[in-house]
């Protein structure tokens, strides 16, 4: 379905690709490859790796935040209030003083009254005790916690680790009272007992303060590395494990490498070597396409149409690098191949996309698992034999691409991983996004028609429609013609089904090659139905009716938009051919005069594909076909070898590519699909 654009000169072409590598290598990484791959938990595949450089092994960020996250649920910091002890003091010796006269005068606690001091001193120091141990009351922020709560509580000689369990309660201090008095040797103890009972405050209080600047001291001190790999160490050696301790070493030493070669002069020859691979990779599409598709790389459009494959998916991967947060398995490298089988053939198709996904995978830096990924779906794409039309095709093709990718990456993983518990299961999720987007492929189709000039098979069944206007005007004005139309969409499309060409274009031009015949449909012989209006017209002007379909043809078909490879067919389906018939009655008419057979001669230009070709045989031998008169096998025989020996003797299939094999097999076609037409039966011997 291919149509060529204008000549392409060299210097354009080269134009092309010196700027194609230019727009890549602005995409190129600014840093060095690792030319190791390693997998936690799989053995070293290489040799013994030493550091040839001191780094430091970076905590991953999710540790550093799991520390930091330890730090501010460190142990909140409380503070004994001195203050507290000081009042409550205050209270016992005024409670103390007053109670002290009222036995004097009652002449009660003799004890008490002959020494106030020491009673007084044990009091005071016992009020010391609790205060010193920590008091918290019944509404305290810490008497509602466990009671194995750690904190911190800072008093006069520094900070101490306890716990709310180790701080006293009111209940608590009456059992201080109840007991330790009663122990405490004095005989009148009792005395005490109710001086001390009551007027007890809390006095552990939160220090935001404390808390505040120790966790600020704790988060500055947070080391972001492991510690440092001297120069000359080993790293790993060959066969040995890669251990979670291995790993975090060989990560860091990987970017530590990339950085190294990042900056000054290497980073220059980093830059160079990507340019060389590129160029390499370019050079031999170039070749290829000069070889093996010259029909793309000589003309402009088709020649644009591949290098713009290259650019997009080239920035596509630079995009999704730079982003982070998307996995380069979500690009639908696919779309490429599927869309170029369409409009080309599954060779170039699956050529493009191994040069798509080499540069890819240059500008990536990942590994083989995503080259291997990649290339696997690609030829199940252009192998799936997609056909835009049929939607259950489609579809069915979009379910093997997944199924290709996921089985390639379980395969890959298990080799990896060693286990199922282990595989990244979340890349099937960019695998499905892939394929989904694939789907773009069937509204790209139209749009790169459209921009390029080709032709899809979805406007091919469009314009086999039989309500098209050009194909209802012509069956209203020119039935015979587009009776003539259809049998040679029959034969040609039985001969292009044989030799595996183009069988929906070259049935669709058929339709519409002889759409000329519409103006004056009367001077040509299949809808004439009485006198032949040529016997009044001298042979000069005949052949203008007769030739002058192909140039009313062509500005028919430009009217009504028909893609330009329709209109190819209708200049070339009677190729540089003369028409024999008035050439001749000419020649009598004017036995002297002289002849300008260019006038007589169709415009061409002769065919210059296998499909045309086939349309321009299938033309011929149709007409002459119905000419005869009960003809008979060797009839058709003679008549099909007469027509195409006639077409080869002129020149006329010079310029098709059609090999003399595919033409034998087209001349088989075309006699078997007459006899079935003219229902000849096999002759029997008597």
């Given at each position: 379905?291919?149509?060529?654009?204008?000549?392409?000169?060299?210097?354009?072409?080269?134009?092309?690709?010196?700027?194609?590598?230019?727009?890549?290598?602005?995409?190129?990484?600014?840093?060095?490859?690792?030319?190791?791959?390693?997998?936690?938990?799989?053995?070293?595949?290489?040799?013994?790796?030493?550091?040839?450089?001191?780094?430091?092994?970076?905590?991953?960020?999710?540790?550093?935040?799991?520390?930091?996250?330890?730090?501010?649920?460190?142990?909140?910091?409380?503070?004994?209030?001195?203050?507290?002890?000081?009042?409550?003091?205050?209270?016992?010796?005024?409670?103390?003083?007053?109670?002290?006269?009222?036995?004097?005068?009652?002449?009660?606690?003799?004890?008490?009254?002959?020494?106030?001091?020491?009673?007084?001193?044990?009091?005071?120091?016992?009020?010391?005790?609790?205060?010193?141990?920590?008091?918290?009351?019944?509404?305290?922020?810490?008497?509602?916690?466990?009671?194995?709560?750690?904190?911190?509580?800072?008093?006069?000689?520094?900070?101490?680790?306890?716990?709310?369990?180790?701080?006293?309660?009111?209940?608590?201090?009456?059992?201080?009272?109840?007991?330790?008095?009663?122990?405490?040797?004095?005989?009148?103890?009792?005395?005490?007992?109710?001086?001390?009972?009551?007027?007890?405050?809390?006095?552990?209080?939160?220090?935001?303060?404390?808390?505040?600047?120790?966790?600020?001291?704790?988060?500055?001190?947070?080391?972001?590395?492991?510690?440092?790999?001297?120069?000359?160490?080993?790293?790993?050696?060959?066969?040995?494990?890669?251990?979670?301790?291995?790993?975090?070493?060989?990560?860091?030493?990987?970017?530590?490498?990339?950085?190294?070669?990042?900056?000054?002069?290497?980073?220059?020859?980093?830059?160079?070597?990507?340019?060389?691979?590129?160029?390499?990779?370019?050079?031999?599409?170039?070749?290829?396409?000069?070889?093996?598709?010259?029909?793309?790389?000589?003309?402009?459009?088709p020649f644009c149409f591949v290098m713009i494959w290259l650019i997009i998916y080239s920035y596509l991967v630079y995009l999704f690098r730079i982003n982070g947060t998307l996995s380069l398995y979500i690009i639908p490298f696919c779309i490429a191949p599927i869309v170029i089988s369409i409009f080309y053939n599954e060779r170039l198709a699956l050529f493009t996309h191994v040069i798509i996904v080499l540069i890819a995978s240059l500008l990536s830096g990942l590994g083989y698992a995503f080259i291997f990924l990649q290339l696997l779906a690609g030829v199940?794409?252009?192998?799936?034999?997609?056909?835009?039309?049929?939607?259950?095709?489609?579809?069915?093709?979009?379910?093997?691409?997944?199924?290709?990718?996921?089985?390639?990456?379980?395969?890959?993983?298990?080799?990896?991983?060693?286990?199922?518990?282990?595989?990244?299961?979340?890349?099937?999720?960019?695998?499905?996004?892939?394929?989904?987007?694939?789907?773009?492929?069937?509204?790209?189709?139209?749009?790169?028609?459209?921009?390029?000039?080709?032709?899809?098979?979805?406007?091919?069944?469009?314009?086999?429609?039989?309500?098209?206007?050009?194909?209802?005007?012509?069956?209203?004005?020119?039935?015979?013609?587009?009776?003539?139309?259809?049998?040679?969409?029959?034969?040609?499309?039985?001969?292009?089904?044989?030799?595996?060409?183009?069988?929906?274009?070259?049935?669709?031009?058929?339709?519409?090659?002889?759409?000329?015949?519409?103006?004056?449909?009367?001077?040509?012989?299949?809808?004439?139905?009485?006198?032949?209006?040529?016997?009044?017209?001298?042979?000069?002007?005949?052949?203008?009716?007769?030739?002058?379909?192909?140039?009313?043809?062509?500005?028919?078909?430009?009217?009504?938009?028909?893609?330009?490879?329709?209109?190819?067919?209708?200049?070339?389906?009677?190729?540089?051919?003369?028409?024999?018939?008035?050439?001749?009655?000419?020649?009598?008419?004017?036995?002297?005069?002289?002849?300008?057979?260019?006038?007589?001669?169709?415009?061409?230009?002769?065919?210059?594909?296998?499909?045309?070709?086939?349309?321009?045989?299938?033309?011929?031998?149709?007409?002459?076909?119905?000419?005869?008169?009960?003809?008979?096998?060797?009839?058709?025989?003679?008549?099909?070898?007469?027509?195409?020996?006639?077409?080869?003797?002129?020149?006329?299939?010079?310029?098709?590519?059609?090999?003399?094999?595919?033409?034998?097999?087209?001349?088989?076609?075309?006699?078997?699909?007459?006899?079935?037409?003219?229902?000849?039966?096999?002759?029997?011997?008597?």
């Open positions: 379905m291919k149509i060529l654009g204008t000549p392409l000169s060299s210097v354009a072409k080269y134009l092309i690709v010196l700027g194609t590598v230019i727009f890549i290598s602005f995409l190129f990484p600014k840093n060095i490859l690792f030319n190791y791959e390693f997998e936690k938990g799989q053995p070293w595949q290489y040799d013994d790796l030493v550091a040839a450089f001191d780094f430091t092994i970076q905590k991953p960020d999710i540790i550093i935040e799991q520390e930091k996250s330890a730090i501010s649920q460190t142990l909140p910091y409380y503070t004994i209030n001195p203050d507290r002890a000081r009042q409550r003091k205050n209270i016992f010796q005024k409670s103390f003083d007053s109670a002290l006269k009222t036995v004097q005068q009652e002449d009660q606690f003799i004890d008490v009254i002959q020494r106030p001091k020491t009673y007084r001193n044990y009091g005071l120091q016992f009020i010391d005790r609790i205060y010193q141990r920590g008091l918290i009351t019944a509404d305290h922020e810490l008497a509602s916690l466990e009671k194995d709560k750690p904190i911190m509580l800072r008093n006069e000689e520094g900070a101490v680790k306890k716990t709310v369990e180790s701080l006293l309660n009111p209940k608590e201090i009456e059992f201080w009272i109840t007991d330790s008095l009663f122990r405490s040797g004095l005989p009148e103890a009792e005395f005490l007992i109710p001086l001390l009972r009551r007027d007890y405050a809390a006095n552990v209080e939160y220090d935001s303060e404390a808390t505040k600047r120790f966790r600020t001291e704790q988060l500055a001190n947070i080391s972001t590395t492991f510690g440092t790999i001297k120069k000359g160490t080993l790293i790993v050696g060959e066969k040995d494990l890669v251990t979670d301790s291995i790993y975090q070493q060989l990560t860091a030493y990987r970017d530590g490498y990339q950085t190294t070669a990042s900056s000054g002069e290497s980073a220059w020859w980093v830059y160079i070597g990507y340019l060389l691979l590129t160029v390499f990779i370019l050079g031999v599409f170039i070749m290829y396409l000069r070889i093996h598709v010259p029909t793309v790389y000589y003309h402009l459009k199940v794409a252009v192998f799936g034999n997609i056909k835009v039309r049929d939607w259950t095709r489609f579809f069915s093709a979009m379910f093997y691409i997944f199924m290709a990718y996921g089985m390639a990456y379980l395969g890959l993983s298990l080799i990896k991983e060693g286990g199922l518990s282990t595989i990244d299961w979340s890349v099937y999720n960019w695998i499905l996004l892939n394929v989904l987007l694939t789907l773009l492929a069937y509204p790209l189709i139209p749009l790169l028609e459209r921009v390029f000039g080709y032709t899809s098979s979805i406007t091919l069944t469009e314009l086999s429609d039989m309500n098209h206007p050009l194909l209802k005007e012509l069956s209203i004005k020119a039935s015979g013609t587009l009776q003539h139309a259809l049998q040679v969409a029959n034969l040609s499309e039985a001969a292009a089904r044989k030799i595996n060409a183009n069988v929906q274009l070259v049935k669709v031009a058929a339709l519409y090659h002889d759409i000329g015949k519409i103006k004056d449909p009367a001077y040509f012989i299949e809808n004439q139905k009485g006198q032949n209006p040529h016997d009044d017209l001298p042979p000069i002007e005949s052949v203008e009716k007769i030739i002058g379909h192909i140039s009313y043809g062509v500005e028919l078909a430009e009217k009504h938009r028909l893609p330009k490879i329709i209109i190819d067919f209708i200049k070339t389906h009677h190729g540089t051919s003369r028409v024999e018939y008035f050439y001749h009655q000419h020649i009598t008419q004017n036995p002297k005069g002289g002849i300008d057979q260019k006038a007589f001669r169709y415009p061409g230009p002769r065919p210059q594909t296998k499909e045309e070709a086939i349309l321009m045989l299938a033309n011929g031998i149709e007409a002459a076909a119905k000419g005869m008169k009960d003809p008979t096998a060797s009839d058709i025989d003679l008549l099909v070898n007469k027509m195409i020996q006639s077409k080869i003797a002129k020149g006329q299939l010079i310029h098709s590519a059609l090999s003399f094999k595919e033409l034998e097999i087209c001349k088989l076609e075309f006699k078997k699909l007459l006899n079935s037409i003219y229902h000849i039966q096999v002759e029997y011997p008597e």
